[in-house]
């Protein structure tokens, strides 16, 4: 999976690249929740929605792609 910045298109937004699809997803959200608004699942453990986001149990770490670098982050922080 692979997802980077593309620049903004409307306020409040970023354009995001998931699976090769663009997608505009509200700045400062949580790439965790962005996957998921775009239908795409991802698995998490220590995710849950009256906890603050940790991510140690690494379940939901996908690769992110920006400036033509790669790297493995989790999704949920």
């Not at 239908?39 to 690769?63: F, I, Q």
Request: aromatic share 2%; hydrophobic share 40%; proline share 5%.
């Amino acid at each position: 999976m692979a997802a980077g910045t593309s620049g903004a298109k409307a306020p409040g937004k970023i354009e995001i690249v998931i699976n090769g699809v663009e997608a505009s997803v509200p700045r400062g959200v949580y790439l965790l929740q962005a996957l998921r608004d775009n239908g795409v699942a991802v698995p998490t453990l220590c995710h849950h929605k009256d906890l603050t986001p940790s991510g140690v149990c690494r379940l939901c770490v996908v690769e992110v792609e920006e400036g033509g670098r790669r790297r493995m982050v989790t999704s949920c922080t």
